[in-house]
């Protein structure tokens, strides 16, 4: 993981024009690169401290994103990311949102709860909340609208002392696991 840069506008549109991708993300779809140059603008505009946004890289290539929006106030984060579908199933999601979590509870001390929200229809992306430890809490029906159609909304949380206490093992061992 690393920050955006300009440069990436490139890869970000090769893996974005894809339906399947863009399948439950609420991103223009044809996607081009006018699309993604406007995406890595607005990762570059955010506060680096209050919704830092990174860039996933494997072999020199952009291959996703991921970010966390923090609501100090609330002592509460909230994460999102993708992968290209090149690299999909290779855990890769799991490994960068487990970095990223670690990351905000150990910086942030008063930090108290990491959230995620996905599309209940996509499995991919609930199945890497349930392997990163989290805990569904719960499912917002027909709460907001993706290109047309009414999205259920499936929320999941992790508490700091939940993070703490889970058992530290590789993210192949995660893997083996059935939750
Ligand atoms: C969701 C997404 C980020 C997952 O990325 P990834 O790097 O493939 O995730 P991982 O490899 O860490 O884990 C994916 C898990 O979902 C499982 N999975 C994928 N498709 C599945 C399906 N159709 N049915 C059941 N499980 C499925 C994989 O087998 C894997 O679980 P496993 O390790 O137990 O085998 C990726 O699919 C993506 O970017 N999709 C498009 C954008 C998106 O939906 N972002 C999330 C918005 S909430």
Redesign the pocket.
């Known amino acids: 993981m690393r920050p955006h840069c300009e440069a990436d506008a490139a890869d970000v549109a090769r893996f974005a024009d894809d339906p399947?991708?863009?399948?439950?993300?609420p991103v223009p779809s044809p996607y081009g690169l006018a699309d993604a140059k406007a995406f890595v603008a607005a990762q570059l505009g955010l506060d680096a401290i209050q919704h830092p946004s990174w860039a996933v890289e494997v072999d020199e290539a952009v291959v996703?994103g991921i970010n966390c929006r923090f609501f100090f106030e609330h002592q509460l984060g909230e994460i999102?990311?993708?992968?290209?579908?090149s690299?999909?199933?290779?855990?890769?999601?799991?490994?960068?949102?487990t970095a990223i979590i670690q990351q905000a509870f150990t910086v942030h001390r008063d930090l108290q709860r990491i959230r995620?929200?996905?599309?209940s229809r996509?499995?991919?992306?609930?199945?890497?909340?349930?392997?990163l430890g989290m805990t569904r809490e719960g499912v917002l029906r027909r709460n907001r609208v993706v290109r047309g159609a009414g999205i259920d909304e499936v929320w999941f949380g992790v508490l700091r002392d939940e993070w703490a206490g889970r058992p530290l093992v590789s993210?192949e061992e995660?893997?083996k696991h059935?939750y």
């Open positions: 399947e991708w863009a399948r439950y993300l996703g999102g990311y993708s992968i290209a579908r690299r999909w199933g290779q855990g890769l999601a799991t490994e960068v949102a995620a929200m996905a599309d996509n499995v991919a992306s609930l199945r890497v909340l349930q392997k993210v995660v893997n059935d």
